[in-house]
Nanobody, 118 residues
């Protein structure tokens, strides 16, 4: 499974960005997909995930601001980020869990930088 993220960039606080992650493979609809992020000097942290039946989970700091979605016809998962804050600045990584449960992510993208200016 290969994952390629896109959509990162520089945005002002309060703005929005949409990240995309395109996946290879013919069984994308059975995967759980997740987004993680790593800020400078910090460990990688979970942001959100969507399982094979489109159930979603979010870390508390992004609830109500971020939305994960998937388009199985396009083998793509999206992360819509609204009301961005400077503390959202990080490299954002897409990940795939072939079990579909969203517990163990075995495949990772290369990451895309998101920078939120104050």
């Amino acid at each position: 499974v290969q994952l390629v993220e896109s959509g990162g960039g520089l945005v002002q606080a309060g703005g929005s960005l949409r990240l995309s992650c395109a996946a290879s493979g013919r069984t994308f609809d059975s995967y759980a997909m997740g987004w993680f992020r790593q800020a400078p000097g910090k460990e990688r942290e979970f942001v959100t995930a969507i399982n094979r039946i489109r159930g979603t989970t979010y870390t508390g700091s992004v609830k109500g601001r971020f939305t994960i979605s998937r388009d199985n016809a396009k083998n793509t998962v999206y992360l819509q980020m609204n009301s961005l804050k400077p503390e959202d600045t990080a490299v954002y990584y897409c990940a795939a869990d072939p079990s579909g449960l969203g517990r163990t992510f075995d495949y990772w993208g290369q990451g895309t930088q998101v920078t939120v200016s104050s």
